[in-house]
């Protein structure tokens, strides 16, 4: 087996992978105390959250455009420069108490997290169609580095500033964007670029009405939306049961970890019996997650309730974009990642805003047990494709 059977470009991605998921688990840890702090109503105090979000979402498509016409580097380093001015902001924000300030600065990171999620497609450009789920799996283990370093570097960085709060923190922040840029100038191009964005290839309608384009979406919409749903409502369900933020804390943490360890293992489960057989096995893993969850509210079920959530959501979103890169030509590449990427970002962003209003309305085991049709959708559209994939073979 070669050295690097993934190419040179996937450690590197996955070392950004690390970088970014450091960053945004910092600015998701203290966005929202810190937005308590200077919002002029306690209801405004996720907003910058919320925009971030919503950077994510607006500029998931022209990232991906400017990286069909411009490259790779090119997408990823706008990411790299919106997070260190992004950083910046929020810590001058913080500093000067500006709310508005420092929801621009949210909004910036918010792009930093658009360009960010095309790392793992990127990982698959010039890769073996039988290679890409071990590509797509090894730049997602940088996620166990975040997982490790965060909590640690968020405590060490929140007082650099004393005594103000957490502006040290958003100044490592715009550092972690910063850091980005240098994996990524080593990265080398893949696949044709140069030629305009918007041509070339088939119409979108037709590739989005086949029946894997479908299921890849699907999978990694609904992975993503419930992980996020479940992932969010997790702490306010905890401090409701008498549990403490600490508690919360550790939860959290084995989650991301549940999330990104199985890394190592996808990407060869995927070459040995195929994405499809993996998506829905993720489907099924989360549905177990569900159980656990729901049946005791004690810390040990949500421990292994949320461990089952991260490692369905790998299995999902791993699988899902393994069919993804096999659902368009290179050509067709930007404007198809683009509209898979920015349906992602929005079922995020509503699972997101709708988590604390459901645990609120219908309660825990109500949220655990909601995901059961989500999930059955996804089954649906991967067996489809598997039925419709089997019938052509046989024509």
Same mark, same amino acid.
């Given at each position: ?12 991605? @996955? ?12 600015? %998701?840890?203290?966005?929202?105390? !810190? ?7 306690? +209801? ?8 971030? #979000? ?5 500029? !998931?498509?022209? %990232? ?9 580097? @090119? ?8 997070? +260190? ?9 913080? /500093? =000067? ?6 929801? @621009? ?5 918010? /792009? ?10 990127? +990982? ?31 405590? =060490? ?27 990524? !100038? ?12 918007? /041509? ?15 299921? @890849? ?33 550790? %939860? ?54 949320? %461990?089952?959530?991260?490692?369905? =959501? ?31 970002? /929005? ?36 067996? =489809? ?8 073979? #046989?024509?």
């Amino acid at each position: 087996m070669p050295l690097l059977p993934y190419g040179r470009n996937a450690p590197l991605l @996955a070392l950004c992978q690390a970088l970014y998921s450091t960053s945004l688990m910092i600015t %998701v840890t203290l966005a929202g105390l !810190a937005g308590a702090q200077m919002a002029p109503s306690p +209801a405004l105090s996720t907003l910058p959250l919320a925009l971030m #979000m919503i950077g994510n979402i607006a500029t !998931a498509g022209p %990232v991906s455009l400017l990286m069909q016409r411009f490259g790779r580097r @090119a997408g990823f380093t706008l990411g790299g420069v919106a997070a +260190a001015l992004g950083g910046l902001v929020c810590a001058y924000a913080v /500093v =000067w108490g500006s709310f508005v300030l420092f929801c @621009a600065g949210t909004a910036l990171v918010g /792009v930093f997290q658009a360009a960010s999620m095309y790392f793992r497609l990127a +990982a698959a450009d010039g890769v073996a169609p039988e290679r890409r789920g071990g590509a797509v799996s090894l730049v997602l283990t940088g996620g166990i580095l975040a997982a490790l370093i965060a909590p640690t570097l968020t405590l =060490w960085t929140k007082d650099w500033w004393a005594p103000i709060p957490f502006a040290g923190s958003f100044l490592a922040l715009a550092v972690l964007g910063l850091a980005t840029l240098v994996p990524v !100038a080593a990265l080398a191009e893949h696949g044709a670029h140069g030629g305009a964005s918007g /041509v070339g290839g088939r119409p979108m309608g037709m590739i989005v009405r086949q029946p894997i384009f479908i299921a @890849a979406a699907a999978n990694v919409a609904v992975g993503q939306g419930v992980m996020v749903l479940v992932m969010h409502a997790t702490p306010l369900a905890m401090i409701g049961c008498g549990l403490t933020v600490g508690d919360a804390a550790g %939860v959290i943490q084995w989650h991301v970890l549940g999330m990104y360890v199985p890394s190592f293992l996808t990407g060869r489960l995927i070459n040995r019996i195929g994405a499809a057989p993996v998506a829905a096995l993720g489907a099924v893993v989360l549905a177990a997650s569900a159980t656990v969850s729901a049946w005791d509210q004690s810390l040990p079920f949500f421990q292994g309730g949320l %461990v089952l959530l991260g490692i369905g =959501w790998n299995f999902m979103y791993v699988a899902g974009t393994t069919m993804l890169t096999q659902s368009h030509t290179v050509e067709e590449r930007g404007r198809v990642q683009g509209v898979a990427e920015m349906t992602v970002a /929005v079922t995020g962003a509503v699972a997101s805003f709708a988590s604390g209003g459901l645990i609120s309305q219908i309660g825990w085991t109500a949220v655990n047990v909601g995901m059961v049709p989500l999930l059955a959708l996804a089954v649906a559209a991967t067996l =489809w494709y598997v039925a419709r994939s089997a019938r052509l073979k #046989m024509a």
